[in-house]
């Protein structure tokens, strides 16, 4: 078996089936190279070929591999060969006998061996280090920086790989991706015994292959907090959008018991904006990522917890206690909640939408695609100004953009600065009265169906990008017959429970709902999820703050 510390270094592996052998040769490359570099010893080509494998999956990397030629099974020149296609950077050296240097010689041609030598290498200083340290003075000349510790396999037009690679990222969540069907993607795959039939395959952080994981699991795996710390809080904060991210830092900054519940990522639909320009003390803009960043942290600062990838799926008033219950039948309680579930994209009705969605159709600005589309031609469905944004942010490296908008022009739902950047940027236009009536593609969005609203003609348009922004739908359905909503589902609160001057029936408190206040006594709603709310970003996070004030004003009086 291969021995090796645990501390990840540039490995040095040797492989020798005799013992002795085995341990001579490792003990003279660690006396040498032990303080910079990491030295595993193997004592068969089958135990070393797993510890190249595991290395691997762990993204350590392997700089030189000394391999014996005569071992049973499986020799030296065998073994470089399979070597070779698990680390192909790695420089390599076979031990030979005089009588073996013919085969040994043929081996520079086989494997691209890059040095062999004869047995016995005494003394070491002579004969061993100066070939290892030529070898290992070329192989740092390479480059061979570090890969991020969570890696992704997948294929391009795989939904689910897709899926995935939106949630690391959006989580910030370093990771490399590799496309199922290129050389260094096949090769972590064979590493981790996957056939790529089932993708995406992520490899976390400790080197174990995850084969299409659901994304709690992922999110346990990668390191994101995904189990409450406690069983009672002062605040439950249900959705990590500007709203809940806002409360969050106002609510533990105030020294309230603070936890954040999120069901994907936080940020919400400001977190996926390539650029946010209009928001208050960033003249320059900031893109929603950066600031969705800048709030987590800062809310973790302040001491809120913050659990990803949990579903919520009921509410209850327990008397004193608001009981929330996630999807796995577990709950948590609390003094208070802020429902700040935000808003998801409308799905488009157009027939073939549905089975290409993650496969060239895409909801909200699915940055990680962003690449995929340099020099190709794009479409983006909306008028608002998240399609705004998304059009101007992927016509940096796309050859076309084209904004499909149903309405007479962009100024109905769209700010004054992104119209005025749309018109002047010379690749994107601009298509109003005009309608995705289908899509097309069989494995990937391969064409498009565009309806003129006025004259009801049709034309097919090729198209392998489609990024739909058009309207948001509360993500309240779990609150139905708990709190009220409106017929759209937004939920209701303050004044608009009291239309008429009175509290909703079942209200038992002789004051009337405070202005963010749901129809159940401690229980909050901030942000976009709220009917009538302003939908932007500064408007949610003000909500945010004002919902942990009549929080503290709700507790002192309960």
């Known amino acids: 078996m291969a021995q090796a510390a645990e501390t990840a270094r540039t490995v040095i592996l040797t492989v ?4 002795g052998v085995s341990r001579a040769v490792a003990r003279d490359l660690r006396r040498r190279y032990g303080a910079a570099y990491r030295i595993v010893r193997a004592e068969s080509g089958e135990s070393a070929l797993d510890a190249l494998r595991e290395l691997k999956l762990r993204g350590d990397p392997v700089a030189v591999i000394l391999a014996d030629y005569r071992m ?3 020799n030296g020149i065998e073994f470089l060969e399979q070597a070779l296609d698990i680390h192909p950077g790695a420089r390599r050296v076979l031990l030979t006998a005089y009588a073996d240097t013919g085969a040994a010689i043929d081996a520079i041609n ?5 040095h062999y030598l004869l047995k016995p290498w005494d003394p070491p200083e002579e004969k061993l280090y100066p070939v290892v340290d030529d070898l290992l003075a070329v192989w740092r000349a390479g480059d061979h920086r570090p890969v991020p510790a969570t890696k992704v396999v997948g294929h391009r037009w795989s939904a689910r790989s897709s899926d995935v690679r939106e949630f690391l990222a959006r989580n910030q969540v370093p990771y490399r991706w590799y496309s199922s069907d290129e050389p260094e993607g096949r090769r972590l795959l064979a590493a981790a015994g996957a056939d790529g039939r ?6 976390t952080p400790d080197g174990t292959p995850l084969t299409e994981p659901d994304i709690p699991e992922l999110a346990a ?12 809080y002062d605040l439950v904060v249900i959705g990590g959008g500007p709203a809940g991210l806002g409360a969050a ?15 994907s990522a936080t940020g919400g639909q400001a977190g996926q904006s390539s650029r946010i320009e209009n928001y208050l003390g960033f003249p320059d803009g900031v893109s929603g990522a950066q600031l969705t960043d800048r709030a987590r942290r800062q809310a973790t600062r302040f001491g809120a917890e913050i659990l990803t990838a949990r579903e919520v799926t009921g509410l209850e008033a327990n008397g004193a206690a608001r009981v929330v219950r996630f999807s796995d039948g577990s709950a948590i309680a609390a003094h208070s909640v802020i429902l700040a579930t935000g808003v998801s994209y409308r799905q488009l009705p157009a027939p073939g939408c549905d ?7 895409y909801y909200g600005s699915a940055l990680t695609e962003a690449a995929s589309c340099q020099g190709q031609d794009v479409y983006v469905v909306g008028g608002a100004n998240s399609a705004g944004q998304a059009a101007m942010h992927l016509a940096r490296g796309a050859k076309s953009v084209t904004l499909l908008v149903r309405g007479e022009s962009l100024a109905a739902s769209m700010s004054y600065y992104l119209i005025q950047q ?3 940027a010379p690749n994107i236009s601009v298509r109003t009265r005009t309608v995705v009536e289908a899509a097309h593609g069989a494995e990937h969005l391969e064409q498009l169906t565009l309806r003129d609203v006025d004259s009801g003609a049709s034309e097919l348009v090729d198209a392998q990008w489609m990024f739909v922004f058009i309207g948001a739908a509360p993500l309240t359905d779990w609150l139905d017959g708990t709190v009220l909503r409106d017929e759209s589902g937004f939920i209701l609160a303050g004044p608009d429970l009291t239309p008429d001057g009175r509290p909703p029936a079942e209200w038992e408190l002789d004051r009337p709902p405070y202005h963010l206040e749901t129809n159940i006594p401690g229980v909050f709603v901030a942000g976009d999820a709220r009917a009538e709310s302003a939908k932007r970003v500064a408007s949610a996070v003000g909500e945010g703050a004002m919902a942990v004030m009549l929080v503290h004003r709700y507790l002192e009086q309960s």
């Open 16 to 19: 020798d089936d005799d013992p």
């Open 72 to 74: 049973p099974r499986m």
């Open 110 to 114: 086989v494997v691209d061996l890059d």
């Open 198 to 203: 089932r993708l995406p395959l992520v490899i």
């Open 221 to 232: 795996r990668v390191g994101l907090a995904t189990t409450p710390e406690a069983e009672f």
């Open 249 to 263: 830092v106002y609510g533990a900054s105030e020294g309230l018991r603070t936890v954040l519940v999120e069901r």
């Open 355 to 361: 089975d290409l969605t993650g496969c060239g159709v």
């Open 422 to 424: 749309i018109e002047e």
